[in-house]
C-alpha cells in the first residue's frame, strides 16, 4: 500500500526540461526524470522523455556511474 507521503512525492516530481535538437526531425521538447520505480541496481536512474505531438514517449535510459580513481603507479607509467 502506498504512503501519503509517497503519493505526495510523486505528483511533486522534480525533473530537468530542455530541448534536442533531431537534425532533420527538428527539435523536440525532452525531460529526465528520476526512475522511481528502480529496484535494482541494473535499472536506470534516470528516464529520457521527449515530446511526440500531444503525447510523451520514453525514449531513452541513463544509469550513474562512478569514476574510479587511478592507483599511484599507473601515473607514473
Known amino acids: 500500500m502506498e504512503t501519503k507521503e509517497r503519493k505526495r512525492r510523486r505528483k511533486e516530481r522534480k525533473f ?13 521538447q525532452a525531460c529526465l526524470f528520476r526512475n522511481d520505480n528502480k ?3 541494473n535499472h536506470p536512474a534516470f528516464l529520457l522523455m521527449i515530446k ?3 503525447s510523451w514517449r520514453e525514449v531513452g535510459a ?3 556511474k562512478k569514476i574510479k580513481p587511478k592507483e599511484a603507479d599507473e601515473d607514473l607509467a
Not at 16 to 28: H, M, N, T
Open 52 to 54: 511526440d505531438g500531444e
Open 16 to 28: 530537468l526540461s530542455g530541448e534536442i535538437d533531431l537534425g532533420i526531425l527538428g527539435k523536440k
Open 62 to 64: 541513463f544509469w550513474i
Open 39 to 41: 529496484t535494482k541496481d
